[in-house]
């Protein structure tokens, strides 16, 4: 674990998912969203080449990313709706259903697996009450998934929760992990 | 090695010295240690003289395919009136892989500085530094340190005031392990799906937005600027094995060893003692059964074959492997072959990008048939089965993502065979039952 590891990683706002999910439509790409595209399209020679950057940004204003959020950012990219999808599909990391409020991924690829990852994956799924891999809990605060290498095998189990990176999990961390998660 | 242990005193510190210091992450305190120095004297040579520095050094691809740096520096052709890029790759996904994430968040500057360096020989004005998406602390650390080189004015249209234009962007990516491939990279960063392109053209004469690119590992990248600094004499000289392995080279250790972490040591260091002495050995009560010493697609040594080998390019391939990527994954009496095998051909499965029939067939069907074998319905046919798969996926597709998943398959059939047959046959495999210490 990094313990001077300070703030500054910003955290998708996954807590109005669910309103997200049933309210009109509002762009994301107003004010300063709109400010930090126009910046990102200065580093391109295409503007295509800003579609990753700006599925990420709506990502973090709305938690996911809606057939809405992909039409909007066609329509700014001059792309096509289908275009964008087709690009959002390939990539695991864009959410395009709203997940818990905690969406947590846990590594069992062999390196981890061999150190004990499966353990780690069960001991979530049992305190977070999710019932089941890629469900989310009742109340809406945990998603837990199993991932391929998350890229820090020699700190087996790394596990990611949201946006915050955790290293050498055990079984019995989990439930000490859960209680600080406001 | 620095972090999470102190560095091991036969480790020679290059790249890895200051991981663990958190003030070098800063420009002030990357200075201090001598940062940007060597960008300063880079800026004030002639491009093809780093170039040839670079290829006098030996120094090669830290990516995988261990390809000469200066050679591939050399392929982009000066004054041909396209705009040039460099694209660093900071995708790292090979499962044991993971010493570029220490170089980035323990010594972000370094990567800037190298890949200004990289930029300025091939005749680039921007560089784009690919990071996987999963990475959000290499992130952070790096977006910072691009940032505090704009304000300081090393990076910008007037470069440490050489009149030079150099720009550093980091780009995330969004999980895809195949983006690590370098073509796959390249339409990725162009705001497409992640599908690897036939080559030739190679990315030298058509890359990314179809001009003149070079793609560099973060490793590669970064051992650059020592090298610009002390010379190729200097670097030549740190091998004790042959010329054509040089330098110092990061290992990322994981599995089942005490001491897991990112170690560097001289090119040609004796693979048991690294095992044994450096890493501190097995865990207690336990033995080394196996070692994939290149991440998960370089073949599965013995510990007969691990325990003979110098660590270089050449010594890895005479040992029955290759170096690959650095990722060192140890294997203990403890684990079942056919369960690590299996599991490492499900991520190869969940990764391919589906392009070619023999990979996204072979991928799914090798993975099947290994699951089965893991849980006792195999049958004495699946053996020769793998193995034909394994055939019909080497050498036959676009990228070598499906080679990747024959290779530990095939190796692990060929030298773990027993393992596997015992539960054809119906017996159980039984670990050790020891405690760990
Ligand atoms: C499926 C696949 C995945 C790869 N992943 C990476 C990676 O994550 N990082 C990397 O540096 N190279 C990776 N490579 C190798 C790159 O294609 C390329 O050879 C390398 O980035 C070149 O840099 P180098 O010459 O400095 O080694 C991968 C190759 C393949 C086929
Ligand atoms: S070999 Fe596999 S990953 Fe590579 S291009 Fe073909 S299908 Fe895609
Ligand atoms: S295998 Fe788990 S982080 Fe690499």
New interface residues.
């Given amino acids: 674990m ?1 313990p ?2 300070v703030g ?2 910003e955290s998708p706002d996954y807590a109005s998912h669910d309103r997200a999910a049933h309210e009109p439509y509002t762009p994301v790409f107003t004010g300063d969203v709109k400010r930090e595209l126009d910046e990102l399209l200065t ?4 503007k ?6 700006a ?2 940004l709506v990502q973090r204003e709305r938690g996911w990313v809606s057939e809405e959020g992909m039409a909007e950012v066609a329509g700014l ?1 001059d ?1 096509t709706p289908a275009y964008v999808k ?2 959002v599909t ?5 959410h395009q259903h709203p997940v818990g409020k905690y969406f947590i ?1 846990v590594c ?4 981890c ?3 004990g990852a499966e353990d780690v994956v069960k001991a979530f799924v049992r305190h977070t009450n999710t019932g089941e891999l890629g469900l989310t809990s009742p109340d809406g605060r945990f998603t837990v998934i199993e ?10 189990t790394p596990v ?1 929760v949201n ?3 955790i290293e050498s999990m055990t079984p019995d961390k989990v439930p000490e992990l859960l209680a600080r998660l406001p | 090695m620095g972090y999470p242990h102190h560095p091991h005193p036969r480790e020679t510190t290059v790249l890895s010295k200051h991981f663990g210091e958190a003030d070098a992450r800063t420009l002030g305190g990357w200075k201090k240690r001598g940062g940007y120095k060597a960008l300063e004297k880079a800026l004030g040579m002639q491009p093809a003289d780093i170039v040839n520095v670079v290829k006098e050094s030996g120094l090669r691809g830290r990516g995988g395919a261990g390809f000469p740096t200066g050679l591939k520096w050399s392929f982009m052709k000066p004054g041909d009136g396209k705009p040039h890029y460099l694209c660093c790759n900071a995708d790292e996904s090979e499962p044991g892989t993971f010493k570029d994430r220490e170089l980035m968040r323990w010594t972000p500057h370094a990567l800037v500085e190298g890949c200004a360096i990289g930029a300025y020989a091939i005749g680039a004005e921007t560089a784009y530094v690919y990071i996987r998406g999963e990475f959000t602390e290499p992130l952070h650390w790096m977006e910072q340190a691009v940032k505090e080189a704009y304000a300081a004015g090393i990076l910008g249209k007037n470069a440490m005031g050489s009149g030079k234009r150099i720009d550093v962007h980091v780009h995330k990516g969004a999980g895809a392990y195949i983006c690590g491939e370098e073509t796959a990279l390249m339409e990725s960063l162009e705001g497409r799906r992640g599908n690897p392109r036939i080559k030739p053209p190679f990315p030298a004469v058509s890359g990314v937005f179809g001009m003149p690119t070079t793609i560099n590992n973060v490793e590669t990248l970064v051992a650059a600027a020592p090298i610009l600094l002390n010379g190729a004499d200097w670097y030549k000289k740190m091998s004790l094995s042959n010329p054509k392995s040089t330098g110092t080279k990061l290992f990322s250790v994981c599995g089942n060893v005490q001491r897991p972490g990112t170690y560097e040591v001289v090119m040609g260091f004796p693979f048991k003692e690294f095992l044994y002495d450096l890493c501190g050995g097995p865990l207690h009560g336990r033995k080394f059964k196996a070692v994939i010493p290149g991440g998960a697609s370089v073949p599965i040594q013995t510990m007969e074959e691990a325990e003979a080998t110098l660590m270089d390019y050449e010594g890895f391939v005479a040992g029955g492997s290759m170096l690959g990527s650095g990722g060192v994954i140890v294997i203990d009496d403890a684990q079942s072959m056919v369960t690590v095998i299996a599991r490492i051909a499900r991520f190869f499965a969940h990764e391919s990008c589906g392009q070619c029939t023999q990979c996204r067939e072979g991928t799914a069907w090798t993975t099947k048939i290994l699951e089965r074998i893991r849980d006792g319905e195999g049958t004495v046919e699946d053996l020769d089965t793998l193995l034909d798969i394994g055939e019909q996926m080497t050498g036959k597709t676009i990228c070598v993502l499906s080679d990747s998943c024959a290779v530990p398959v095939v190796s692990g059939i060929k030298k773990f065979r027993g393992e596997f047959e015992a539960l054809i046959q119906g017996r159980r495999f039984h670990p050790v039952t020891a405690a760990v210490a």
């Fill in positions: 990094t001077d590891l500054g990683l580093r391109y020679p295409t295509m080449a800003t579609l990753l950057p599925l990420w990219l792309l087709g690009v390939f990539y695991t990391m864009y991924q069992t690829t062999s390196p697996g061999i150190c991932v391929e290498c998350l890229g820090a095998c020699g700190f087996a990611m946006e915050e990176f």
